[in-house]
């Protein structure tokens, strides 16, 4: 392993992303996605999943094109994963059907028993029984269901997705919040540069749109509650953005150690040249005022990528749509890159799918490696009113054709999670 | 054989049912005749679980507004992380704790269960059962719940409280969650440029029946007196869950000596594995790790701490293996430290890992606490220990620890 000529600057091997898959509520596969956000389509919609009585925000990027009936939110996670993993391993022509040559990294939402599922088990429960967790622990035990208990696991995704897959060693299961499928990338990086392995699977995944998370989230006011036009309610970086609206989806994407790659004849679709990270110690959901961590993070990614500031040609935001992120976010990239950040294109994927949560950083990073191989930047739609504090290019509204081959990508989450990705067409 | 990249355990946090502490759980596991400490057989009924002993939450969260912000099992976590940075000396060296980084094996989710109850008693009479829910969920969720339930908030925690503010990685997942935790790190140390310090550690809060409820779903948990896992498994086997929370201060030895720290013991091979259960299948997957950390064994038996959870399939399978290798002189003295502290899911394997360290350290071992025979009295400290797992439902895990002199 790791025995090739290929360096980066540091004397790493180098990474090279071979086969990349998605699914979001625009469609599934990279074709359906791509003509949709070049297009400028929105997938968000109003929410038909459940009923939304009593809830101040009932618009979602639900991907509702998968099941017939209302999967438990596990299940419509491990089935996003599923097809986005296909489609990479697919395009990497990599393995054999249930045998991936390499370990994986997945990160997944949190694992809750749904409430469909405490129903279920509250009612077949004895009605004798005053303490309702009591009641549905004994009809739990009853029932001895392998299904509802392997649902209720923390590794059960991964670890299906593993067995689906045929990854080696231990799958590992990940969570840093809306930082989550950036990092599933940045473990999968760090361990082909250490040699452990040759090839790593990375996934983000979720499906976890219920009327609890939804709740959770607009509790903390967070989401978007411009319900009336759902396609208008994501607004990154303009003056009228009121909060992020969840999605659901899964990005995967095939790592190499570059020169296995190359020996074997892969399509080098991009190399993952730079991660960076810095956690934040100011609040749990609230990133410190003067935007250190994110910064410290974009520049620690530019440094381990070894390029300079004026070699990045496109940014793909974080830009969540929340006036929180996108003021620090905005506010941190003029730090980072200067004046010379209004020349260069940012764009927010979010103002089309929504705020995808875990699953977020790797569909961004593979919708990142699409616009370096299309040499088209995908728009931030619903820039009606521009914010006069955001001083960026923003690409607002319409596809843009311009060459691009160095993409910083940035993915921040609460619990002071700030992680980024630098992302090449070549390794040098 | 020492080399810069050593990795080294340079810091301990350990807090369960048996005390705070290092010296405390010395002198309950290897001094005393060992017992398991407080267990609550009423509040969990059937289950018996193992709280943890009542901690001064202010010694290592000192603000309140932070308490507040917690759940329990995040207030252990950033307890037991407080007290490992402490006792490696880095506490409020904002220079070190700033490059610092850190790894944690995370379950989630604790529930507001009198919500919970409430909802679900009012479900059967509403005339709209989704709108009711809807309702009942907007108006008596906290805020504040949510970000206790996320599964990173622990080392949201940690950073906000003890300033670590390197990478920060939660792993989520039981067991494996725990040694794939200490593996990465161990081998990001040991890789050179992928860190010089981490923070690695978990924290599970065994009195939640939201958790109840999961492991229960799977028919795994031991009903009636706690006595030792080697025990329950020959009686129809389940396991018992105990509150701990710990987190270690891995080093490279050249790290650790540029700033005149010692460490409690070397930190070896640490391998992870899986296996869907099948009847063998993790005991292969054991003796292949076993066979893989060989070359690194001295000619004496090691100590083994096992990870044995009382579950009668996978902990009958390990006995039979250890006992093989107890046989032809490959192990030395075994001990089983859930029959003490019980499972603790995410935290399991780096309690494990803490406990090797304590007794190389100590030059010492832990005293028997089985009375099926396999778990004998030691003749001689071991200098090597090997700590494993075998997780309740999955997870292989093992790694070697070694007397740093």
């Known amino acids: 392993m790791g025995t090739g000529k290929t360096r980066d600057h540091l004397g790493r091997p180098v990474v090279a992303v071979t086969g990349m898959g998605v699914v979001t509520s625009l469609g599934q596969g990279i074709d359906a996605n791509w003509s949709a956000l070049t297009a400028g389509e929105s997938g968000i919609h109003r929410i038909t999943r459940f009923p939304v009585d009593h809830l101040r925000t009932t618009i979602a990027g639900t991907v509702d094109f998968l099941f017939d009936e209302t999967p438990r939110s596990a299940v419509l996670t491990e089935k996003l994963a599923h097809l986005a993993a296909e489609e990479a391993i697919e395009r990497a022509k990599i393995g054999t059907p249930g045998d991936f040559p390499g370990m994986l990294f997945m990160a997944v939402p949190p694992v809750e028993l749904d409430w469909s599922v405490k129903r279920e088990l509250f009612d077949g429960g004895n009605s004798e029984n005053d303490d309702p967790y009591d009641r549905m622990i004994e009809s739990g035990m009853a029932l001895n269901s392998a299904d509802a208990y392997e649902y209720a696991l923390y590794a059960c995704v991964a670890e299906k997705t593993a067995d689906h897959f045929g990854t080696r060693g231990a799958p590992i299961s990940l969570s840093t919040a809306c930082a989550s499928g950036a990092t599933a990338i940045q473990l999968g990086v760090e361990a082909i540069r250490r040699g452990d392995t040759d090839a790593a699977l990375c996934i983000g995944t979720d499906g976890s749109v219920q009327a609890e998370s939804l709740i959770r989230f607009s509790l903390l006011s967070a989401l978007s509650t411009n319900n009336e036009d759902p396609t208008k309610a994501s607004r990154p970086f303009s003056k009228n953005r009121d909060g992020f609206v969840m999605a659901e989806g899964a990005g995967a994407l095939v790592l190499e150690d570059y020169d296995a790659a190359v020996a074997r004849g892969a399509e080098i679709l991009a190399v993952i040249r730079g991660v960076g990270e810095q956690a934040d110690d100011f609040h749990r959901t609230r990133s410190k005022p003067d935007g250190s961590p994110v910064i410290g993070a974009m520049r620690q990614a530019l440094g381990d990528a070894g390029i300079g500031l004026d070699e990045v040609n496109y940014i793909n935001a974080h830009g969540t749509s929340t006036p929180e992120n996108d003021k620090m976010e905005a506010l941190s990239l003029e730090a980072v890159f200067g004046e010379h950040v209004r020349t260069i294109p940012i764009s927010s994927n979010k103002s089309m799918i929504g705020h995808t949560l875990t699953a977020a950083g790797a569909i961004e990073a593979v919708f990142s490696i699409q616009t370096i191989r299309s040499g088209v930047i995908p728009p931030t739609i619903n820039q009606d009113v521009a914010d006069p504090s955001v001083l960026l290019d923003v690409v607002p509204n319409v596809a843009r054709e311009a060459p691009v081959s160095m993409v910083l990508s940035n993915s921040f989450g609460f619990g002071g999670q700030n992680a980024c990705l630098v992302i090449a067409a070549s390794p040098a | ?405």
Do not use: C
């Open chain 2, 1 to 405: 054989m020492s080399d810069p990249r050593d990795v080294w355990i340079t810091g301990i946090g350990l807090i369960s049912s048996l005390g705070e502490g290092l010296d405390a759980h010395w002198q309950a596991m290897a001094v005393d005749q060992p017992r398991v400490g407080n267990v609550d057989t009423e509040h969990f009924a059937p289950f018996p679980v193992l709280p943890m002993v009542p901690l001064e939450l202010d010694k290592q969260i000192p603000r309140k507004a932070d308490q507040r912000q917690m759940e329990p099992w995040q207030r252990l976590g950033t307890y037991a992380a407080g007290l490992a940075l402490a006792d490696a000396g880095l506490s409020g060296d904002l220079e070190r704790l700033a490059h610092m980084d850190m790894i944690v094996a995370a379950g989630g989710g604790e529930r507001d269960v009198v919500v919970d109850g409430q909802i679900l008693a009012g479900l059967g009479s509403a005339e709209n059962p989704d709108a009711f829910l809807n309702e009942r969920l907007a108006n008596d969720l906290r805020p504040t719940l949510f970000l206790a339930q996320l599964s990173n908030l622990l080392a949201g925690n940690i950073s906000i409280v003890h300033k670590v503010t390197g990478s920060s990685r939660t792993f989520m997942g039981e067991e494996l969650a725990g040694i794939s935790a200490v593996e990465i790190a161990a081998r990001r140390i040991r890789a050179g440029g992928q860190g010089e310090q981490f923070l690695v550690g978990a924290a599970y809060n065994a009195e939640r029946k939201d958790m109840l409820l999961s492991l229960a779903l799977g028919n795994t948990l031991w009903q009636g007196a706690v006595n030792s896992v080697w025990e329950r498994a020959n009686a129809g086997g389940g396991m018992v869950t105990g509150s701990l929370g710990v987190f270690l201060v891995l080093e490279s030895r050249e790290n650790a000596e540029a700033r005149g720290k010692s460490g409690y013991a070397k930190l070896g091979p640490v391998l992870s594995g899986r296996s869907r259960r099948e009847p063998g299948q993790a005991a292969a997957v054991a003796r292949n790790q076993i066979d893989a950390i060989r070359p690194s064994l001295g000619d004496k038996p090691v100590g083994l701490l096992s990870g044995a959870t009382g579950i009668a399939n996978a902990t009958l399978e390990e006995r039979a293996l250890l006992e093989s290798l107890v046989a032809e002189g490959t192990v030395g003295p075994i001990r089983a430290t859930q029959s003490l502290i019980g499972n603790s899911l995410e935290a399991a394997f780096p309690a494990q890992v803490a406990l090797a360290a304590l007794a190389l350290s100590r030059k010492g071992f832990y005293r028997p606490s089985d009375s099926s025979g396999l778990e004998l009295e030691a003749t001689d400290a071991p200098t090597q220990i090997l700590a494993t797992s075998w997780g309740f439902w999955r997870g292989e895990g093992m790694a070697l620890l070694e007397a740093i002199d």
